[in-house]
């Protein structure tokens, strides 16, 4: 399974951003895809996830302003990032619980997209 992402970059506080994560290969289940972030110095820390029902969760520090999203026929995730500020500056990672037709269920992550808020 791969995870690929897109979307990051360089944005104004204030400004907003939207993350795509896409998911590919022997796919028969995808259980949640979420967004976690790791900011320099920082360990990696949960942004939001979202179930194959559509059920999301949200640190505390991005609700009202973050929204995570699901196309699950196209195998992607999204999120909404608006009101953005400098502490939002991170790496931000895609990450799926995956059941897949060869293997047992696993977690995958992608490479990682920069997310940079500065004026």
């Known amino acids: 399974v791969q995870l690929v992402e897109s979307g990051g970059g360089l944005v104004q506080p204030g400004g907003s951003l939207r993350l795509s994560c896409a998911a590919s290969g022997r796919i028969y289940f995808i259980e949640s895809m979420g967004w976690y972030r790791q900011a320099p110095g920082k360990q990696r820390e949960l942004v939001a996830t979202?179930?194959?029902?559509?059920?999301?969760n949200y640190i505390d520090s991005v609700k009202g302003r973050f929204t995570i999203s699901r196309d699950n026929a196209k195998n992607t995730v999204y999120l909404q990032m608006n009101s953005l500020k400098p502490e939002d500056t991170a790496v931000y990672y895609c990450?799926?619980?995956?059941?897949?037709?060869?293997?047992?269920?696993?977690?995958?992550w992608g490479q990682g997209t920069q997310v940079a808020v500065s004026a």
């Open positions: 990450n799926a619980v995956v059941r897949t037709w060869v293997a047992p269920t696993a977690e995958y």
């Open positions: 979202i179930t194959s029902g559509g059920r999301t």
